[in-house]
C-alpha cells in the first residue's frame, strides 16, 4: 500500500516592541506551541514535528517572516530524524522560506539532521535580508543512527540554501550525497570525519573591513578549536554582510559545544550582548 504523501506547513510572523509571534499558518505535522520571551526583548520560539520525525514522501512547508526590529531564535525540540522512504515513494522535501525586515534579526539554531538507513529527503533554504538585517543559522548533518552503527546508509540527502540581501546573493550552497554511489572516507571529501556543519552569520550594512577583522578573529578561534584527530574548524567572508564558518567532526557533541563558540563571539561582536542559549522543550 503506497503511503499518502502529507502536506505540513507552517507560517510564521514576528512583529516589534515587545517582539510577538503570530502564527498565520498551521497543519501537521508542523507545530508551534508559544513563544517565550528573552532578556533581550526577542522571542524563543520550538518548531515541532509532532510526526517524530519526517517520513518519506513528506511535504513539508516552513515560512517565517521577521519584522521591522523585531528579534527571534527558532530551534528545534530535538535532532530532526529522516526516517527510511519506501522504493515506490518520492522523496521527503522540505522547503523554508525566511524573509528578515530592515534591523531585524533572526537566530535559526536547529538540532542536527539525522538520516536514518534509506532515508532520501531534499531541502531548500531561501533566506532574504533587508537592509539592518541580522542573521546568525547552522545546518548539521549526522552520519545516521551512530549508535545502531547505521553510518552513511541513506539513499540521498540533497541540501540547497541561498541567502539575499538587498536583491543580490551572497551565499549560495548546494549538497548532494549518495553514498551508495560514493566513498564519503575519501580525503576529497569527509576523509575521517562523520559529521560536517555550515554556520553563517550574517548583518546587512557593515563595511569589509569590519567582516575582515571579525573573520581574523573567529579565526583564531577556530585554530584553537580545531583538533585534528577529532574535529576541524575555517572560517571565511563572504562576498558581502557575512562570514560562513565550516566544521568537521568525528562527534557530534563536540561540533555543538563549538558552534555555541563561534555564536558566543559574534553575537558580542556584533551586538555588544551575551548569547542567550536556547532552552528545550520536550
Known amino acids: ?15 516589534c516592541n515587545p517582539t510577538r509571534l503570530q502564527v498565520l499558518e498551521q497543519s501537521p ?19 515541532h514535528n509532532i510526526s517524530g520525525g519526517v517520513l518519506g514522501g513528506d511535504q513539508l512547508e516552513l515560512k517565517v517572516e521577521i519584522g521591522t526590529g523585531a528579534y527571534a531564535q ?33 537566530e535559526y539554531v536547529p538540532d542536527p539532521l539525522i538520516p536514518f538507513a534509506g532515508s532520501s529527503y531534499q531541502q531548500q533554504t531561501l533566506i532574504k535580508l533587508a537592509p539592518g538585517a541580522g542573521l546568525f543559522w547552522w545546518e548539521t548533518v549526522a552520519p545516521g543512527r551512530t549508535a545502531r552503527g547505521e553510518l552513511f546508509d541513506y539513499d540521498l540527502l540533497h541540501i540547497s540554501s541561498r541567502i539575499s540581501a538587498a536583491n543580490r546573493p551572497i551565499a549560495i550552497e548546494q ?11 575519501s580525503l576529497a571529501r569527509l576523509g575521517p570525519y562523520a559529521y560536517f556543519c555550515s554556520c553563517y552569520i550574517c548583518k546587512v550594512g557593515l563595511d569589509a573591513q569590519r567582516w575582515l577583522q571579525l573573520e581574523h578573529e573567529l579565526s583564531i578561534l577556530a585554530q584553537q578549536l580545531t583538533r585534528p584527530d577529532e574535529t576541524r574548524w575555517g572560517v571565511s567572508t ?8 565550516r566544521g568537521l567532526s568525528k562527534r557530534g557533541t563536540t561540533i555543538t559545544a563549538d558552534l555555541f563558540a563561534f555564536w558566543r563571539m559574534a553575537t558580542q561582536a556584533l551586538y555588544g550582548r551575551d548569547t542567550i542559549l536556547p532552552r528545550k522543550i520536550y
Open 74 to 106: 527558532l530551534t528545534t525540540t530535538s535532532a530532526t530524524r529522516l526516517y527510511r522512504s519506501q522504493p515506490d515513494v518520492p522523496p521527503a522535501r522540505q522547503k523554508t522560506q525566511i524573509q528578515i525586515a530592515e534591523n531585524g534579526l533572526l
Open 29 to 47: 505535522p508542523l507545530k508551534v506551541v508559544r513563544a517565550f520571551p528573552l532578556p533581550a526583548g526577542g522571542a524563543l520560539v520550538h518548531l
Open 175 to 185: 549538497i548532494k550525497l549518495e553514498p551508495r554511489q560514493h566513498d564519503f572516507s
Open 238 to 245: 563572504l562576498t558581502a554582510h557575512g562570514i560562513v564558518i
Open 1 to 15: 500500500m503506497t503511503k499518502k504523501s502529507v502536506q505540513g506547513k507552517l507560517h510564521l510572523n514576528f512583529t
